[in-house]
């Protein structure tokens, strides 16, 4: 059965993941005479096949190639006593046991069944939007988080990245292209005729994250949406707060502070790439560690958003790299075998005015950390108030 993810209100502030991946369901819309592999014993590349056997739907090799690659071509083998129901369904379980989804690589051997198939109809964005049948392989990343979705209207959704996973890559293997299979699209606004397949602009990041930085990235649902928050961005109007676990205890290199809802931070202002960059900085706790020594959870606000910024800062101007950051550790013995735990930087809290809404609303998300930064702290979760 689907889970279902319902919309969430702008009161609310988090919505549990799944404790699995949210599977599609699927049907067959078409299947083929076994396959009669030739006397010769010659193996055609899949794409070839379907242009002969099927040239109204595959008229060329590109089109033939591209359905491969969006996941509507199974291959059954005909070794696995393979059944399909005159209803034209085929369950999620017969799918993984008797289909195997074809890819550019795929030889058919004699008697194979070759079998088209699409993603059933559900709350999330449909196949004719995604092209994509099955959601990326690396979805399952997500919903390994805690807290996947932490806001989602019509316009825009929270979603919290895991580390390690790009905000926008190649080959699918990044947060943009599992959104639409995550996200719900807006609903349309009703029109006098309605159109015979609804599309929708695909949900896109309007800020990225570094691959090995995990937490808050915003999305935009629609097009208006987009361009209004990265002016937002563009206009630093979006108050962004980040943790991160250092080496050593940092020390402020004089006696300004700033505060910020009562809580008094340091300030880095230190130029990156010949720009203006400055950081807010504070100690929430630093802990001896038996095995990595001295090490600080430091509270942190950019107030810009240059390259690596916290990276270079916390490593240039404080001297306590980010435990776990190959590029600005300073490659010592302990920062090298500290690698292997990951980069503890991590986006926890995002807030902004929601400018897509007629009455004043501001947005507030929170995620909690991860569960990586009290193991190495050896602290427990109620402990540390950020």
């Given amino acids: 059965r689907l889970a279902k993810l319902l919309p969430m209100p702008l009161g609310c502030m988090a919505l549990q993941a799944p404790l699995l991946l949210l599977a599609p369901q699927y049907k067959i819309d078409h299947y083929y005479e076994p396959y009669n592999q030739s006397p010769r014993n010659e193996e055609p590349p899949l794409h070839r096949v379907l242009c002969d056997i099927d040239p109204g739907n595959f008229p060329s090799p590109t089109q033939a190639r591209k359905a491969i690659q ?6 059954m083998g005909a070794n696995n006593g393979c059944t399909i129901s005159k209803d034209g369904f085929v369950s999620n379980e017969m799918i993984l046991d008797l289909g195997i989804a074809a890819n550019s690589t795929t030889i058919l051997q004699d008697k194979d069944i070759v079998a088209i198939r699409s993603r059933l109809p559900n709350d999330f964005y449909p196949q004719s939007c995604t092209q994509y049948v099955d959601p ?21 959704a929270i979603v919290n990245k895991p580390e390690g996973m790009d905000t926008i890559g190649e080959k699918r293997h990044d947060l943009q292209s599992t959104l639409p299979f995550l996200l719900h699209p807006p609903i349309p606004a009703k029109r006098k005729k309605k159109p015979k397949q609804q599309q929708f602009y695909l949900p896109r990041p309007v800020h990225r994250l ?12 629609s097009e208006k949406s987009m361009k209004q928050f990265s002016r937002l961005f563009a206009t630093r109007q979006i108050q962004k707060s980040y943790c991160a676990i250092t080496f050593g205890e940092p020390k402020p290199d004089h ?25 807010l900085w504070r100690v929430v706790t630093t802990v001896t560690s038996p095995t990595w020594g001295q ?6 606000l950019p107030k810009t958003g240059r390259n690596h910024q916290i990276r270079r800062h916390l490593s240039y101007c404080l001297s306590c790299p980010i435990v776990g950051d190959s590029k600005y550790d300073g490659g010592g013995k302990l ?6 735990l990951g980069m503890f930087l991590f986006s926890n809290s995002m807030e902004f005015a929601h400018v897509m809404l007629l009455e004043e609303s501001t947005v507030s998300a929170n995620i909690p950390l991860p569960d990586k930064f009290y193991e190495i702290l050896g602290e427990s979760k109620g402990e540390v108030l950020i």
């Fill in 70 to 75: 969006h996941g509507r071509l199974l291959v």
């Fill in 136 to 156: 990326p392989c690396n979805a399952a990343a997500i919903f390994s988080t805690r807290t996947t979705i932490v806001f989602e209207d019509d316009h825009i």
């Fill in 210 to 221: 570094d691959r090995r930085t995990g937490g808050c990235v915003l999305v935009a649902k």
């Fill in 255 to 279: 006696d300004d502070r700033i505060d910020v809802n009562g809580k008094a931070f340091s300030v880095i202002d230190y130029p990156i790439d010949d720009k203006d960059a400055v950081t």
């Fill in 295 to 300: 090490l600080s959870l430091l509270h942190l």
């Fill in 335 to 340: 920062a090298k075998a500290a690698r292997e």
